[in-house]
């Protein structure tokens, strides 16, 4: 059986399989005015959503030493090969702090 035979071309494969993990991710409910909590729910779900489907980490990967070997982001390489890494759950968590802090910001920044 052909794969191709079903789906015309392999972005078109890659579409359907994102779609078929977004259908995994169930909305939170929302949570009044604490859009935080709302956020960082779908954050976790949607993570936890990539931990069922690893394929997605390992197909990454080569893109990103790609991207390295590239030479335009030499801060970050130094940053990925030199730097300590924390456990996958405390970097997910700080950065979604940050994001979560940069939203808030930017919402305060308009209200003014």
């Given amino acids: 059986m052909r794969l191709y035979g079903y789906v015309a071309t392999k972005d078109e494969l890659l579409d359907l399989m994102v779609d078929a993990v977004y259908a995994e991710i169930t909305p939170p409910e929302p949570t009044g005015e604490d859009w935080r909590a709302t956020l960082r729910s779908l954050a976790h779900r949607t993570r936890q959503a990539a931990h069922r489907h690893e394929q997605w980490q390992r197909a990454s990967g080569p893109y990103i030493t790609r991207m ?7 801060t970050l390489a130094r940053a990925i090969h030199d730097g300590t890494h924390p456990d996958t759950d405390t970097t997910f968590d700080t950065g979604l702090d940050c994001v979560l802090d940069g939203i808030a910001a930017r919402l305060g920044s308009q209200r003014r």
């Fill in 68 to 74: 390295l070997a590239t030479g335009r982001y030499p």
